[in-house]
């Protein structure tokens, strides 16, 4: 149930790339997560809390630290591979919910330790989980990515790119299983990421205030409606988030028999030669997030038209400029090569 406290994701005004990219990520995790730039006070905190509320329930292994999926037991931790020794763990739902790392955090706060004093006088391993181990089958936020420790980044990239978290301490090694969805927000004002950890993420849009006057204006009246009367004012929305959530639960299933068509690759490929992009990742990128715009529609395949909609979100940070200059193109021009392009395929 969701938190009365939390704002509705469907009660957000505008921002629809950002929430396209968030939304799309939940269909399809394999995306690769999202990076939020923009300036401040324009929803992206609020739009990534109220994403939680969204999705289903999960199935884990009852008093599991690291949240293991419930049969799942090709992927759990040594601890759950223990339990399965004596016989099948037992089973609870747990609703998905948004993790939190503080700019603060160390790795060992990120990744976890060993207790070594307990390894040495017992000679059992005893983890002492971190960040990642509770962000396992759940939703990573990082507020202000572009202010971590480059190592720190490094660190949430690798655990989320393998779906796994690999610690070792003097010799003593330990890993466990850590699936989660990277969103990342910043200010672009107050620096960068370097490219070789913009091209880790999936996914990345602009976000600004609102410019129209009425829309501007409706901001402000859903907040403070918000803020006067929280749970009178989701159960407006309870509706529109029931839908939106159907709509994630059947897209999910749809697109795990997704097959996508030599025209939605050669589509991929093409953009990204034309554009000029190094690297094999956008084009997969790119295809998988078409997989998930078409599963979210309820279609059982993609087409070359999805995978150019969602190019600028896959493109954009894997250039060294902005991708309409690069090619030599405002935008309207590359709209009309793309057209051109799609349609000799």
């Not at 704002?7 to 799309?24: C, H, K, N, S």
């Not at 988030?241 to 991929?268: H, Q, T």
């Not at 990204?272 to 295809?287: I, N």
Request: glycine share 8%.
């Amino acid at each position: 149930m969701r938190d009365s406290h939390t704002y509705p994701f469907t009660a957000i005004v505008g921002q629809d790339e950002m929430r396209e990219a968030l939304v799309l990520n939940t269909v399809y995790p394999e995306i690769g997560g999202v990076l939020i730039r923009g300036e401040k006070g324009t929803a992206k905190s609020t739009t990534v809390r109220a994403l939680a509320g969204l999705l289903p329930d999960r199935r884990v292994v009852r008093g599991c630290t690291c949240g293991c999926t419930w049969g799942d037991w090709d992927s759990v931790c040594p601890e759950c591979r223990e339990r399965l020794s004596s016989g099948t763990p037992e089973a609870e739902t747990v609703p998905m919910k948004v993790v939190e790392l503080p700019l603060s955090s160390t790795e060992d706060r990120v990744a976890g330790t060993m207790d070594l004093e307990h390894a040495i006088s017992t000679g059992r391993k005893r983890f002492e989980p971190g960040i990642l181990a509770k962000a396992n089958g759940n939703i990573l936020y990082v507020d202000e990515v572009n202010l971590l420790d480059d190592h720190i980044v490094d660190l949430l990239l690798d655990a989320a790119a393998m779906g796994v978290n690999y610690i070792e301490r003097e010799g003593i090694s330990y890993s466990h299983p850590s699936r989660f969805m990277l969103v990342g927000t910043m200010n672009p004002e107050e620096g960068d990421l370097r490219p070789q950890l913009l091209d880790r993420f999936g996914l990345m849009v602009e976000v600004a205030g609102e410019k129209e006057e009425g829309r501007r204006m409706e901001v402000i009246r859903r907040r403070m409606g918000f803020e006067r009367d929280p749970e009178t004012f989701c159960e407006g929305y309870a509706a529109s988030e029931s839908e939106l959530r159907d709509r994630i639960v059947e897209a999910r299933n749809i697109v795990k028999e997704m097959e996508p068509g030599d025209d939605v690759l050669r589509a991929a490929v093409g953009i990204s030669l034309h554009l000029g992009v190094e690297g094999h990742r956008a084009d997969l990128t790119m295809v998988r997030t078409a997989c998930a715009r078409a599963a979210l529609d309820g279609r059982e395949s993609p087409t070359p038209r999805d995978v150019a909609a969602i190019s600028r979100m896959v493109l954009s940070h894997r250039m060294r400029r902005d991708p309409f200059q690069e090619s030599g193109l405002d935008e309207e021009g590359l709209e009309q090569w793309m057209n051109g392009f799609l349609d000799t395929l």
